[in-house]
Each structure stands twice: as C-alpha cells, then as structure tokens.
C-alpha cells in the first residue's frame, strides 16, 4: 500500500521548536519534489518548504530563516525542522511527495503553538 507516514506534530509554546518527519513507502518510486504545506482553519493550504531531489530548496517568505526543509533519500523521507515557532504558524502540516507520474498526500499531523 502506498502511503506517506507523518510525525512531530504537537503542541508547543511559541519561540519552541518541533521537527516534523514524512516517510514514504517503499514502493513510492522517482520521487522528484518532496514538500511541507499547511492549512489553518479558514484558510487554503499553502506551500511551507519544497526540496528537490538534487537539494534545492523554496521556502515560503514567512519561514526563511526559521523552518529548514530536509530529505533523506535512502529512508524516502523529508523533514522539516521548524524553530521560533509563532502563534501564526498554528495549522494542519502536510507532506507531499511528487513522482514521474503521481503525487501523494500524507494524513496531516496539528501543529499548535501557544502564545
């Protein structure tokens, strides 16, 4: 079954830090762009930080210099390390993986950050 695996979520006050993790099943092949997107309640879903297979990385304007955005690509599993977390980056964080010929979605793991 092919599936993306989501953890890390949680809540934490702001200023604190959480490390969300997607691993991707094994049988996801070529996976090109792996990516973090969120969605506060009311709101679309946004990118958040997307890196390429080579290593290129795009972040949202809101999280340059607080989130970095990683991948493994033995494990098929991206990162995303989130530091001087906001109030305002409380949503819903997606993973998602895009292939030569798909894109697949992980469940979504709540990020909360107290103020």
């Known amino acids: 079954q092919v599936q993306l695996v989501e953890s890390g979520g949680g809540l934490v006050q702001a200023g604190g830090s959480l490390r969300l993790s997607c691993a991707a099943s094994a049988n996801i092949f070529n996976i090109n762009t792996m990516g973090w997107y969120r969605q506060a309640p009311g709101k679309q879903r946004d990118l958040v930080a997307a890196?390429?297979?080579?290593?290129?990385?795009n972040y949202d304007d809101s999280v340059k210099g607080r989130f970095t955005i990683s991948r493994d690509n033995n494990k098929n599993t991206v990162y995303l390390q989130m530091n001087s977390l906001k109030p305002e980056d409380t949503a819903v964080y997606y993973c998602?993986?895009?292939?030569?010929?798909?894109?697949?979605w992980g469940q979504g793991t709540q990020v909360t950050v107290s103020s």
């Open positions: 998602k993986v895009r292939t030569n010929n798909n894109l697949y």
């Open positions: 890196v390429t297979t080579g290593g290129t990385t």
